[in-house]
């Protein structure tokens, strides 16, 4: 069965880095887009970086220039490489997958992760 797993999370104080790992299996590693959204408490899911099956990406202006989104496809592994995390970068990360993909619309996203903390302090 399809299957999004995450790991990696942790806390930070700010300025620090963080790697999250998504391990996929099943047939999820092949949908045309994979990615990370986020929530954070009281607020609503967020998209945050994207990649298609080629290595194109896309980040939200929020994290471009700090995050950098990456697979291993020998791995079937998605990647999210967050540097210089700020305390608004503390929300669940979750990883997704679908063809039908974009950072502004988790509605139509077709698989979901469990999700993951971050947290970042001051």
């Known amino acids: 069965q399809a299957q999004l797993v995450e790991s990696g999370g942790g806390s930070v104080q700010s300025g620090g880095s963080l790697r999250l790992s998504c391990a996929a299996s099943?047939?999820?590693?092949?949908?045309?887009?994979m990615g990370w959204f986020r929530q954070g408490s009281g607020k609503e899911r967020e998209g945050v970086a994207r990649?298609?099956?080629?290595?194109?990406?896309r980040y939200a202006d929020s994290v471009k220039g700090r995050f950098t989104i990456s697979r291993d496809n020998a791995k079937n592994t998605v990647y999210l490489e967050m540097n210089s995390l700020k305390p608004e970068d503390t929300a669940v990360y979750y990883c997704?997958?679908?063809?039908?993909?974009?950072?502004?619309?988790?509605?139509?996203?077709?698989?979901w992760g469990r999700g993951i903390q971050v947290t970042v302090s001051s």
């Open positions: 997704s997958a679908g063809d039908a993909y974009t950072l502004l619309t988790p509605d139509l996203v077709g698989y």
């Open positions: 099943g047939h999820t590693y092949s949908s045309y887009y």
């Open positions: 990649i298609d099956r080629y290595g194109n990406t």
